[in-house]
T-cell receptor, first 115, second 117 residues
Framework: AQSVAQPEDQVNVAEGNPLTVKCTYS??????LFWYVQYPNRGLQFLLK??????LVKGSYGFEAEFNKSQTSFHLKKPSALVSDSALYFC?????????????FGTGTKLQVIP | GAVVSQHPSWVICKSGTSVKIECRSL??????MFWYRQFPKQSLMLMAT?????????EQGVEKDKFLINHASLTLSTLTVTSAHPEDSSFYIC?????????????FGPGTRLTVT
């Protein structure tokens, strides 16, 4: 079975400071990893994905994520937070081993950027 | 590109009635669509996976007779909540898979807020 853990329910960061939203995963095969952002009463918006290749993935709105296989982590980062980044962030994993197709989402982390 | 729409964006219905929610992929063909349910301050719970032209695959614990899913075309899937009850009130989100060579990426609709009174 595959799983995703987002250990922090909420992350607070001052505007202009770097931010990190943590995610760890568990899969039996090679992971496909995703980050999504959700604004209130809205669907999820895709931020970035890791499939293969460079461990540092760059995505939308200045976000990036670092894939660390040894630590089974895929933390989301941004060098300088904006108030408009305040939202709910979901990490997701898809295990392609054996043709398993389902995407599993983490419980979400609320990011609050303080002006 | 890869835009997914949902209609309606919000709906209020009386207990015992049925509600249909539409999910459309606007600029691509989606052979697979997913329906999720999200409770306040919680993650997305996959309800079912639908493939065009075939029956939906429901997750364990989801009542297939209550949540009817139809994927009649490559751009449209519908979720019908039958005999709705207040406990069915939730945020329903659909997602469509963009089939490319590598990632089979999913794009999400804006969601439908269902309130059953």
């Amino acid at each position: 079975a595959q799983s995703v853990a987002q250990p922090e329910d909420q992350v607070n960061v001052a505007e202009g400071n770097p931010l990190t939203v943590k995610c760890t995963y568990s899969v039996s095969g090679n992971p496909y990893l995703f980050w999504y952002v959700q604004y209130p009463n809205r669907g999820l918006q895709f931020l970035l994905k890791y499939i293969t290749g460079d461990n540092l993935v760059k995505g939308s709105y200045g976000f990036e994520a670092e894939f660390n296989k040894s630590q089974t982590s895929f933390h989301l980062k941004k060098p300088s937070a904006l108030v408009s980044d305040s939202a709910l962030y979901f990490c997701a994993v898809r295990d392609f081993s054996g043709g398993y197709q389902k995407v599993t989402f983490g419980t979400g982390t609320k990011l609050q950027v303080i002006p | 590109g890869a835009v997914v729409s949902q209609h309606p964006s919000w709906v209020i219905c009386k207990s015992g009635t049925s509600v249909k929610i539409e999910c459309r992929s606007l600029d691509f063909q989606a052979t697979t669509m997913f329906w999720y349910r999200q409770f306040p301050k919680q993650s997305l719970m996959l309800m079912a996976t639908s493939n065009e032209g075939s029956k939906a695959t429901y997750e364990q614990g989801v009542e297939k007779d209550k949540f009817l899913i139809n994927h009649a075309s490559l751009t449209l899937s519908t979720l019908t909540v039958t005999s709705a009850h207040p406990e069915d009130s939730s945020f329903y989100i659909c997602s469509a898979r963009v089939r490319d060579r590598v990632s089979y990426e999913q794009y999400f609709g804006p969601g439908t807020r269902l309130t059953v009174t």
